[in-house]
């Protein structure tokens, strides 16, 4: 609803439209110390020609961090933090200003009601804006923005095209005249259109990548495009495909043909249940097939006639409609609006309902209105490339039924700037199915000048570090430890980023994290991708995501295996693994389970009798003591010689891998034993075994204080 | 000759589906599923004689089926979906065209 107070004097005659993007950061905090960042999305005058004014408003909320460096510019990111809408806002026009107030409603999480207020001024030949922004609980303490207009569009982004050389051929993006077919709407405002000019319309800004490549296909063997194949092509030509995600980064193939022949374009990016490749993060890209029939009388240039306009008009409609499954958009028919005149519907199944020829007749080249709430107002991760997985609230954000895909909110936290520190997450790409799953977490200092002192306890458990886990079904959840572990903060100082050229490793420390049991049972107990995220919080004074990890977990390799999974997934064998082994009788059964598969596995370079065998160990190692009648007892001795036959394969099969992703597992394996050998007086094993670690870290490229570390335990034996 | 082109198209979840032309099973598929990427679950094409044809489609899996009579032309295009209103069938003389 709107309301005009009067009309303008002549020192506030606007510009311009009020709608579109603003940026800007707190001025008011309710939390002292806080600071927000928000980008505010104004929709509620028209702002571009033949768009569609939703009257709303919305914005991503971001916390920022900076650390100020003596002499130095200060460092600031900001981490993403929720998203927020306002339907149908009150709006009143005044001379040299506009308020708009309404409810704030959340896309994920529960919050208090919170009313947000925006005052935007405008005087004569001046820009509008700033916009004033509180966001408040029921009156009280408020945040507080100022936000600048950065321009008439909601979002940003880019998009890269590469081209496969069989079609390299000119008209490689859609240029279409909205005049050159005569089946359109009688009042079609004439313009050329193209993929971002629709994106524009629509409220996206697109910036399309100068850079293109030239893929080779013309192996004569070679004759149609997979959904994984395109993925694969999307992972090794895509610039931005090793970046972090989510993003604001979009990838679109012009390719031959398809597997499906009747196939004009698809997001190959999604799940495979749905027919895509099953490699996540999803939306990341497309690909459209120039050699579908469709396209066959495609122009080089301007249509000489109908079906070159019709080809044409065709061409511009799968770009604009596969970019849109990218941003998760689902087909109007699957979102029961199979009579919507939109670029996400089909122009045969339209007139199937209708009449021959009448989609086009109707259609205005654009989304409709519920899918541009999606693109300009929607949750930033269900929208941005990489974020929520398609097609989960794909576009409704909220489905019924899908609230079991929502995913928690910190899961994405990416990070925008430059923060002082990294977090790096690594691991082996695949682990055998029932695998103990360990991440290595890394924390490294990325400041050239300045040592930063850390509360380095990376483990779940002490709460400095949130783990998020994105399952094969999509789903995402939170690890959540068994335990809650206070403590004393542990502070490590890490050196500044060593200058090119010196010696790397103490401006890094890394830890490695159980993470396949926890509260809520088995977290990598399936099949499939698993997506990996953690955020970083040390002693609550920073907020650092991590780079997105992606691990396999393989099937079973037999039957036997598939059934013995029933057994092994079990509170008995998740708390014995969780535990690092224990020979507490409560966990006698899940220890039994796991002797028995360490004696059933008969190959010697099985990464999973590797780390079973380790839990055992650890288990004898030292002694276990119990409560009996009150009293402490110890009910069974250290037995390092058993240890030390346990592990024995284990440290021959992590030698032999010679990965530099298990270089943290064989120290630790090592270390364990070395202890053993000690126990049992044997220091000269012990020397022989850290020898050997040393010398094998070393081929692996470990750093030198690593090894210099190692050197040391040596030397002081 | 004529060419009758299949496509299964919204609707089916691991469905078994057998097509009969002239009562000749032309088609049998025992678990078709649609991509919600395309909304197509598979495709096929079949040689039928020129002139009146009767097709038949049975998916036992939902316990329906539904029996069509065409006049085969040329390239004839069949699409088939299942909906909540049963076994919907739609021909073209045109490719459908998936994205």
Not at chain 1, 554 to 561: D, I, Y
Not at chain 2, 33 to 53: E, F, I, M
């Amino acid at each position: 609803m709107a309301r005009t107070i009067s009309s303008a004097p002549a020192q506030c005659e606007r510009s311009g439209p009020v709608s579109g993007r603003y940026e800007g950061e707190s001025t008011a905090s309710p939390v002292a110390g806080q600071e927000r960042a928000l980008d505010l999305r104004i929709d509620i005058d028209s702002r571009y020609a033949n768009s569609a004014v939703l009257n709303r408003i919305s914005g991503d909320m971001y916390q920022v961090q900076r650390i100020r460096i003596p002499g130095q510019p200060a460092r600031t990111w900001r981490v993403y933090q929720e998203s927020w809408v306002v339907h149908d806002p009150q709006v009143t026009w005044g001379d040299c200003h506009v308020e708009i107030t309404g409810q704030a409603e959340y896309w994920r999480g529960i919050h208090p009601p919170i009313t947000v207020r925006v005052r935007i001024p405008w005087r004569t030949s001046e820009l509008v804006g700033p916009a004033a922004v509180t966001l408040s609980q029921n009156g009280g303490q408020a945040w507080g923005f100022v936000c600048g207009r950065v321009g008439d569009w909601f979002r940003e982004m880019n998009l890269e095209v590469d081209v496969c050389q069989s079609v390299n051929s000119a008209s490689l993006l859609p240029a279409y005249d909205t005049h050159a077919h005569a089946d359109r709407p009688a009042d079609t405002p004439r313009r050329v259109l193209t993929v971002q000019e629709c994106y524009r319309e629509a409220g996206v800004r697109m910036t399309i990548r100068a850079d293109r490549t030239v893929i080779d296909d013309m192996d004569p063997a070679f004759k149609t495009w997979s959904a994984i194949e395109l993925h694969d092509a999307m992972e090794t030509h895509f610039s931005e495909f090793r970046g972090p995600w989510p993003n604001w980064e979009m990838w679109g193939l012009l390719a031959g043909t398809y597997d499906s022949p009747g196939v004009g374009g698809i997001m190959f990016d999604a799940a495979a249940a749905y027919g895509g490749a099953g490699r996540g993060p999803d939306r990341q890209g497309f690909a459209v097939f120039r050699n579908h029939d469709w396209f066959k009388k495609l122009p080089a240039g301007v249509p000489a006639d109908q079906a070159e306009a019709e080809a044409l008009r065709k061409y511009l409609y799968t770009w604009v409609h596969e970019a849109g499954h990218a941003f998760n958009f689902l087909h109007s028919w699957d979102k029961n609006r199979p009579d919507a005149l939109s670029w996400m519907n089909y122009d045969w199944k339209y007139d199937a309902n209708h009449t021959v020829g009448s989609f086009w007749k109707n259609f205005r080249m654009r989304f409709d209105d519920e899918e541009l709430i999606h693109l300009r107002h929607g949750d930033r991760p269900a929208v941005m490339m990489g974020g929520d997985p398609w097609a989960s609230g794909g576009h409704a954000e909220g489905p019924a039924a899908a609230e079991h895909m929502h995913t928690p909110p910190g899961a994405m936290a990416e990070l925008e700037g430059h923060p002082p520190l990294e977090l790096l997450l690594r691991s082996k790409g695949y682990f055998e199915f029932m695998e103990p799953v360990h991440i290595e977490l890394r924390l490294r200092n990325l400041l050239p000048n300045i040592p930063l002192t850390l509360d380095t306890r990376m483990g779940p458990e002490y709460g400095g570090t949130t783990v998020y886990i994105r399952r094969p079904d999509g789903r995402v959840v939170e690890y959540d430890p068994i335990l809650c572990l206070i403590a004393l903060t542990e502070t490590q100082t890490l050196a500044p980023t060593p200058a090119d050229g010196l010696p790397q490793g103490q401006d890094r420390t890394s830890q490695s994290v159980f993470l396949s049991y926890g509260k809520y049972g088995f977290y990598f107990d399936a099949p499939g991708e698993y997506l990996v995220r953690a955020v970083y919080r040390g002693a609550g004074d920073v907020l650092i995501p991590s780079n997105l990890l992606r691990v396999r977990v393989g099937t079973p390799q037999s039957k036997a295996e598939d059934r013995l999974a029933q057994d092994f997934f079990s509170y008995q064998v998740g708390m014995a693994l969780y535990l690092g082994g224990s020979l507490s009788p409560f966990l006698k059964t899940g220890m039994d389970l796991i002797r028995g598969l360490v004696d059933g596995i008969k190959e010697k370079d099985s990464l999973l009798k590797t780390q079973l065998s380790t839990v055992l160990a650890t288990a004898v190692s030292e002694p276990f003591h119990r409560v009996q009648k009150g009293k402490v007892t110890k009910v069974s001795e250290a037995d390092p010689e058993e240890a030390l036959k346990l592990t024995e394969p284990a440290v021959v099969t992590l030698r032999k891998e010679k990965s530099k992703d298990l270089n943290l597992a064989y120290r630790d394996l090592v270390e364990q034993r070395v202890e053993n050998f000690i126990v049992l007086g044997n220091t000269t094993e012990a020397k022989k075994e850290l020898t050997t670690l040393q010398k094998d870290l070393k081929a692996q490229g470990a750093n030198l204080n690593i090894l210099d570390e190692i050197k040391a335990a040596h030397d002081a034996l | 000759m004529a060419t009758l082109n299949i496509d299964l198209q919204e609707g089916f979840t691991k469905d078994e589906i057998r097509i009969e032309v002239n009562g000749r099973e032309v088609y049998h598929n025992s678990c078709a599923t649609t991509q919600l990427l395309v909304g197509l679950a598979d495709s096929a094409r079949v040689p039928v004689p020129d002139g009146p044809t009767t097709i038949k489609i049975a998916v036992p899996s939902r316990g329906l089926s539904r029996t069509e009579a065409i006049q085969a032309t040329g390239d004839t295009y069949l699409g088939i979906s299942i909906d909540g209103r049963g076994l919907q069938t739609h021909t073209s003389g045109t490719p459908f065209g998936y994205a």
